[in-house]
């Protein structure tokens, strides 16, 4: 069972958006939308424990992949979560959040404040939970374990399209960088 010490942990909420967890969202996935409620228990037990919470927004500026070479997420998924859409906006149900991290592709180290915040705040191990399993969660996560962050991934609170990608995210997680880890089996030290 993973215990953590809630002044060096940071839960991290992958990309709980309407356009993903919402029925009307551009890119809706019903599990996406199954998996708000277990990130919202893991959101508020981290906080009740002191733990350091923080959310990715994946918000993508109008014309952002326009003249790019090779990755172009519009022309894979269509057009999604663009700046200042409601289909950007995180889910109404997460409570607040002590940083919003806003980034522009599946990894959310990338080209952003994050790993500043972190270490600015002494933070050494990170919980994952949120949306796609095999998308952002997976990206993001393997990003921090790359960057020597203990790195546990939430297996029953995270979206996914097809169950498959769900259990493709985690089995690889544990085998090559992390850890995973069922949510009432993540212990903050405040709980204990």
């Known amino acids: 069972m993973p215990e953590f010490d809630p002044d060096r942990t940071a839960l991290v909420v992958v990309d709980m958006q309407k356009g993903f967890c919402h029925p009307d969202g551009s890119l809706y996935a019903p599990a996406s939308g199954d998996a708000v409620a277990p990130c919202v228990s893991l959101a508020e037990r981290a906080r009740d424990a002191g733990a350091s919470v923080l959310y990715t ?25 663009v700046e200042g859409s409601w289909d950007a906006e995180l889910v109404e149900e997460l409570p607040a959040a002590d940083h919003v991290v806003e980034k522009h592709t599946y990894d959310a180290f990338h080209e952003t404040e994050l790993e500043g915040y972190l270490d600015a705040h002494g933070i050494d191990d990170l919980v994952f939970c949120g949306t796609l399993a095999n998308v952002c969660v997976l990206h993001t996560a ?17 979206g996914y399209i097809e169950a498959d990608h769900e259990e493709y995210a985690t089995a690889h997680a544990a085998w090559l960088f992390g850890e995973t880890a069922a949510r009432d089996d993540v212990a903050f030290a405040a709980e204990s």
Not at 59 to 71: D, M, S
Not at 142 to 158: K, Q
């Open 57 to 81: 927004r994946d918000v993508h500026p109008e014309g952002q992949f326009e003249g790019n070479h090779a990755y172009d997420e519009f022309e894979r998924w269509g057009e999604h979560v």
């Open 142 to 158: 393997a990003s921090a374990g790359l960057r020597d962050y203990r790195t546990v991934i939430v297996e029953d609170a995270l």
